[in-house]
């Protein structure tokens, strides 16, 4: 199983950036998806998660109503659509699949990971 993250780069704050997840190696739809995020000198933190059907999504307090994840598995892929963007969001941004039917927040849930993309926003 491998993860690639993209989508990353630099955006002005509040502008917009579409992060996307491509897990190959196995069906994207037998798996639950977290996006994660770790700011420099920060512990990294739970920012958004669908559950294995995608009916049912997990966010922060920190990111609802601007981020919005989703799935499509027939391309094997999850897509973390952020809006009005702030330079706290600034991280790297990681995506993780685990063998369970829930959105869940907890990083310790995940089986495998993928590298991760840089999100920087500037003022």
């Known amino acids: 199983v491998q993860l690639q993250a993209s989508g990353g780069g630099l955006v002005q704050a509040g502008g917009s950036a579409r992060l996307s997840c491509v897990l190959s190696?196995?069906?994207?739809?037998?798996?639950?998806v977290g996006w994660f995020r770790q700011a420099p000198g920060k512990d990294r933190e739970f920012v958004a998660a669908?559950?294995?059907?995608?009916?049912?999504?997990s966010y922060a307090n920190s990111v609802k109503g601007r981020l919005t994840i989703s799935r499509d598995n027939a391309k094997n892929t999850v897509y973390l659509q952020m809006n009005s963007l702030q330079p706290d969001d600034t991280a790297v941004y990681s995506c993780?699949?685990?063998?369970?039917?829930?959105?869940?927040?907890?990083?310790?849930?995940?089986?495998?990971w993928g590298q991760g993309t840089q999100v920087t926003v500037s003022s």
């Open positions: 669908v559950n294995r059907p995608g009916d049912s999504t």
């Open positions: 993780a699949v685990g063998p369970f039917p829930t959105a869940s927040t907890w990083a310790r849930d995940y089986r495998y």
């Open positions: 190696g196995w069906s994207l739809s037998t798996w639950a």
